[in-house]
């Protein structure tokens, strides 16, 4: 099957946002929003024990959520006292963010083209690198998420942890271990360890680096 | 961070040494809750390895008390520093003189939470080193190091260009800052 073309990928996923609910448009589309609740917050606990549990409203940690979608994990981040930055590249996906509010900052970004005179404690990634078909954009992404970490900060990317990639359908390539440890171990990064969703059949986890 | 998280966060306190500053007692009630009995030594005695030096400084605390006694914490020593400014105000060229004077490398400056309980804002977590301890990363409560036994040049290079570049940036927004605070001020009649 033929993979989309990052025009058809484009408006595959403001239509996605525009019908499917709020949960089910960025998260699993075989399971229902009460399944997808589950869903979400068994990644946001992943995520919670990846950051840290501590949080400042004072001098708080300064986190990306890359491939935001309508910002689900920004808000939930921000409720914790973190500050957020979410970008995304659908429209649709950042009005709703936008008009759900909670404290992040959204922009409309690729993950390759985000800029910021900061760098993060920690950027997130949460299913959206597999979405990018095109490899040497996923490169270009990965490279420059790995850039906008600091010192000591961390880089979470969801996918599976075979070896090898894989196309599934026509709009995921699964990347393994092998594309993502020696190219993260070039920007710098250390490769901490994968941690499996663990979620129904799900295959999917989290690359854990830090920058060193 | 709560105050009494912060024994563990500086690698524990078998034993404190209160080096100045605030309300000892108290102070180590907060710090200490669980284990009141946590053998108190003067600044004075031989340095346990194990023990703790805690000092609290604060806007009106003089500041020289507490670095005397830093100069007696042996290679390996570890300091508790308590802080009494607000983040946003902190005065820190107060403390890191006296730090780099006595050899001591900031392992950790975090903020802390209930200021109005104890008076503290925030702390550093210190040790007296003979080369560059492993660096930390922000707000880890359990503490993780970035590098071996001691930082290689990547880091010291990324560590210093980090601190370049955003000392760069920093400069327009203290400048925006300042404009805000100056059209927060009611005009002067004159």
Redo the contacts between chains.
């Keep these: 099957m033929a993979l989309l073309s990052d025009v058809e990928a484009a408006a595959y996923w403001n239509e996605r946002h525009q019908q499917e609910s709020d949960l089910r448009s960025g998260g699993h589309m075989a399971f229902d929003e009460a399944t997808n609740r589950m869903f979400y917050i068994r990644r946001l606990a992943l995520l919670m024990d990846l950051i840290?549990?501590?949080?400042?409203p004072?001098?708080p940690?300064f986190l990306l959520d890359a491939g935001c979608g309508k910002g689900w994990f920004s808000r939930e981040l921000a409720r914790f006292g973190h500050q957020v930055d979410g970008i995304d590249a659908s429209e649709v996906a950042l009005d709703h963010a936008r008009q759900e509010g909670g404290g992040p900052r959204f922009h409309r970004s690729s993950l390759s083209g985000w800029r910021s005179?900061?760098?993060y404690?920690a950027v997130i990634c949460v299913d959206v690198l597999f979405h990018i078909l095109d490899d040497a954009e996923w490169e270009r992404s990965v490279r420059n998420l790995a850039s906008l970490v600091?010192?000591?900060?961390r880089l979470l990317v969801a996918d599976w942890h075979e070896e090898h990639d894989q196309a599934f359908g026509n709009y995921q390539v699964l990347r393994g271990r092998r594309s993502y440890l020696p190219l993260l171990q070039d920007c710098?990064l250390?490769f901490e360890g994968w941690h499996p969703y663990d979620f129904r059949a799900s295959v999917i986890g989290l690359y854990a680096f830090?920058?060193? | 961070m709560l105050i009494k998280e912060l024994p563990a966060l500086a690698g524990g306190a078998d034993s404190v040494v209160w080096a100045g500053g605030g309300n000892q007692d108290e102070l180590l009630r907060a710090l200490l809750p669980m284990r009141p009995e946590t053998p108190r030594r003067a600044a004075d005695e031989p340095f346990d390895p194990d023990a703790l030096m805690i000092a609290f400084v604060g806007p009106d605390q003089p500041p020289d008390g507490w670095s005397a006694a830093l100069r007696g914490l042996p290679a390996g020593g570890r300091l508790l520093l308590l802080l009494g400014w607000p983040v946003a105000d902190l005065p820190y060229h107060l403390v890191l003189d006296p730090l780099v004077g006595a050899g001591c490398q900031v392992l950790q400056a975090v903020p802390v939470d209930k200021a109005n309980r104890h008076g503290v804002y925030c702390a550093v977590i210190a040790a007296r080193v003979e080369r560059l301890a492993p660096l930390r990363s922000y707000l880890d409560d359990s503490p993780i190091t970035l590098d071996g036994p001691e930082p290689g040049l990547p880091a010291l290079l990324r560590l210093t260009g980090e601190h370049t570049f955003a000392d760069l940036v920093v400069r327009p927004l203290r400048r925006r800052l300042a404009e805000l605070e100056a059209g927060d001020r009611p005009a002067s009649a004159g």
């Design positions: 840290g549990l501590q949080s400042s004072v001098a940690l005179p900061w760098l404690d600091r010192l000591g900060g710098g250390r830090t920058r060193r």
